[in-house]
């Protein structure tokens, strides 16, 4: 397998692409965790630690920036940055707050569309909202805690990375599978006892180290960038 490693990390334009990949996607999640408005993600991990005294807090800005006398172009951007982050913090927990209504919802649109009879006339969609169904009542008792999401968010919540990882494994795949047969060596290869089933399956063993290393290079900056 280290010789066909080494095909692929001798080949400097495949290991600048990749090198790209992962600059490009640490820079496009760190942009994703500033969201434009002068935190990041650890800023926001840090409120989660005074949840407490959030709502006295976000009022209070609310009536200093939003009051009837205050010129809102006059508000420090100190205040400005305060408040967005608090929003945002905020938006998370009446979200997870909620998740009880929104079961109930969930529940009572499936109990009305197979009351009505709207999909009867098909039964793999009938069965499947009587599963969900069944799945959304069970869930109905849980409540949820408010807390960081932390490195579920990172590595669920960003396609590019994704995305970026098919990079990984579609480069290394083309330059392990086309290399021989484009210098014209197969001929040479295919009658030697290593040809055929030896070959590619060190071939595959090679392709699967360069996407675990891309896994760890790409969810590894991400981690990196949540953390900073």
Known sequence: MSYELRKILGNRYVMLLLALAVAVNAALFYR??????????????????HLDTLEQ???????GIYGEDVDIMQVPDEDLRRY????????????????????????????????LGLFSADPFAERTLEKG??????????????????????????????LLLLLFAAV????????????GLMVLLR???????ALYWRKAAAMLATVFAGVVLLYGANLA???A
């Open 133 to 162: 169904l069944a799945a959304y009542s069970a869930l109905l008792g849980v409540r949820l805690e408010p807390s960081f999401p932390d490195g579920v968010e990172v590595l669920l919540d960003w396609r590019l990375t994704d």
């Open 57 to 63: 807090e976000y009022d209070a800005l609310l009536n």
């Open 191 to 197: 009658p030697t006892r290593r040809g055929h089933g």
């Open 84 to 115: 967005a982050l608090l929003s945002t913090v905020r938006d998370e927990v009446e979200t997870t707050k909620n998740y009880p209504e929104y079961l109930r919802g969930l529940c009572a649109e499936t109990e009305a569309k197979l009351r």
């Open 225 to 227: 960038v949540s953390a």
């Open 172 to 183: 290394s795949g083309l330059v392990l599978l086309t290399g021989e047969r484009s210098a």
């Open 32 to 49: 994703r965790c500033t969201k434009d408005l002068g935190f990041t993600r650890a800023d926001v991990r840090a409120e989660y630690a």
